[in-house]
């Protein structure tokens, strides 16, 4: 089961890779501002959230050219964990979208 997710922000940062086997992957990470409404009834702003993204193949090389830091963006995908082991040997799990758009 997927969890279908959009996200609409702004790229923090970007890297075109190639696997191995020559497959295109975009990976990144997107800002996206919190804003909530004070006891006034004023919208102010509480922090950001940060979303990384896996965007493959062909979609990956053309998105590449324009998706730059600061760029705004909407991020259409799943949302996955993946676990993975650091240089020192701990367990992490992270969140990413695996991005279709």
């Known amino acids: 089961m997927s969890t279908p997710i959009t996200v609409v922000g702004r790229i923090g940062q970007a ?17 996206k501002q919190k804003r909530s409404r004070n006891a006034a009834g004023e919208w102010e702003d509480s922090g950001v959230d940060w979303h ?12 590449a050219d324009v998706v730059t830091k600061g760029v705004l963006v909407i991020v259409t995908g799943d949302l996955e964990s993946r676990d ?13 979208i695996r991005a279709q758009e």
Do not use: M
């Open 52 to 63: 990384r993204f896996a965007l493959w193949g062909a979609k990956a090389e053309a998105a």
């Open 15 to 31: 890297e075109l890779k190639f696997t191995a086997s020559g497959k295109a992957v975009l990976n990144g990470s997107v800002a």
């Open 84 to 96: 993975y082991e650091t240089r020192e040997g701990e367990k992490r799990t992270v969140w990413e």
